[in-house]
């Protein structure tokens, strides 16, 4: 009987430190984001969340130094023993448009290394637009994991903390990808309308061949100004992608084009620069003027960039053609990808861009 009592006192007492009262779990302990490793940022100059510190590029336009402080593309990747994780992080007060998930808007999504793959894990669900809390994953296996944690594509994330399991480790982890890959491009490059954070074009293409895809989309604001231009040139990269058709009139796509790529290369002569053209529009689908609009946009660069190629062995165009399939259901809101319309581009230009960075051992 003395045995049983004792027994039965040590599960009690076992009970109490794994629980608080009233039965609630534990609470987890909670790490600064910025104590871990930040990925998908270029310089780590300026506010911690930002894409770019606009406060050193006076110049740059209004909507672009704005859209710089949204996070698409950055991601925390650390190590932990935890069996859970979850995160506390805060945000502006901006509201998810009507063409994006609240996931994609202002949540976030974490990945998991398995098998050398990494492999989606959970989501982080934003209950308010300002400051959440939510458990992204729970009852893992025991041993240490490789995590990378989208953050909000279109939101400003003020901080960001991570929780795991009181006692568990957790560190900052090797940053996953090499080389830098700037994409500069429209709101389909930052991630309108992937259904959450992970699943934008670049966040997939770093996942998929290990290089490192930086998020510069400026949703509605990709239009080749010359002091964007300025911006990209100063850029420390091994390659560009150029994905910035769909914003500006076709009368800047005509104007803007060489002005842009003869200033970067004025600092980079060697790396490959990549043109896409824009996606066919599915809105143009019966509207004529939106299909006549597009056509004229792709023509106009497809004219620009092919002048420049005689001089330029280091410009590569992809085309438009298939890039959203031809059944009409890639996309959201007729304008950008769903992430049907996303895994089919990727599905196009992947294997196109890998050949051409081959060429250069990228």
């Given amino acids: ?38 990925v998908g940022k270029i310089y780590h100059k300026g506010p911690f969340y930002h894409r770019l510190d606009t406060a050193a590029i006076p110049d740059l336009p209004k909507a672009v130094k704005v859209l710089a402080t949204h996070a698409a593309g950055l991601a925390i990747t650390f190590q932990t023993s935890s069996s859970k994780i979850s995160a506390k992080w805060c945000t502006s007060s901006g509201v998810p448009t009507d063409n994006m998930t609240g996931l994609a808007f202002e949540g976030m999504d974490l990945y998991i290394k398995r098998n050398d793959r990494w492999q989606y894990a ?67 490059v930052q991630g309108a309308s992937a259904s959450r954070p992970g699943l934008s074009y670049p966040a997939r293409l770093s996942r998929e061949t290990g290089l490192n895809f930086i998020n510069l989309g400026f949703s509605g604001n990709a239009k080749m100004e010359t002091e964007v231009a300025n911006l990209v040139s100063d850029l420390s990269m091994d390659a560009l992608i150029l994905d910035c058709v769909p914003n500006p009139s076709p009368e800047e796509v005509l104007a803007r084009t060489t002005n842009f790529v003869t200033t970067i290369r004025k600092k980079h002569p060697k790396i490959p620069i990549i043109a896409i053209q824009s996606i066919a529009r599915e809105k143009g689908n019966f509207d004529t003027q939106v299909a006549s609009r597009v056509s004229l946009k792709n023509n106009y660069f497809e004219t620009e960039i092919k002048k420049l190629q005689k001089h330029d062995q280091n410009l590569y165009l992809i085309y438009a053609d298939g890039l959203l399939g031809d059944d009409q259901e890639g996309t959201t809101d007729g304008i950008h990808p769903n992430d049907l319309g996303f895994d089919r581009m990727l599905h196009k230009v992947r294997p196109m861009i890998l050949k051409i960075f081959r060429s250069y051992e990228i």
């Fill in 1 to 38: 009987m003395a045995k049983n009592i004792s027994f039965l006192t040590l599960s009690f007492l076992s009970l109490i430190f794994t629980f608080d009262t009233f039965g609630q779990e534990a609470k987890a302990t909670f790490i600064d984001a910025r104590e871990l490793t930040l």
């Fill in 122 to 188: 959970g989501v982080a669900r934003p209950k308010s637009h300002n400051c959440n809390e939510a458990e992204i994953v729970a009852n893992m296996a025991p041993g240490n994991k490789t995590c990378l944690l989208f953050l909000p594509t279109y939101d400003e994330t003020i901080s960001l903390q991570i929780g795991v399991d009181a006692g568990a480790t957790i560190s900052p982890a090797t940053h996953p990808f090499k080389k830098n890959i700037v994409v500069y491009g429209s709101s389909i």
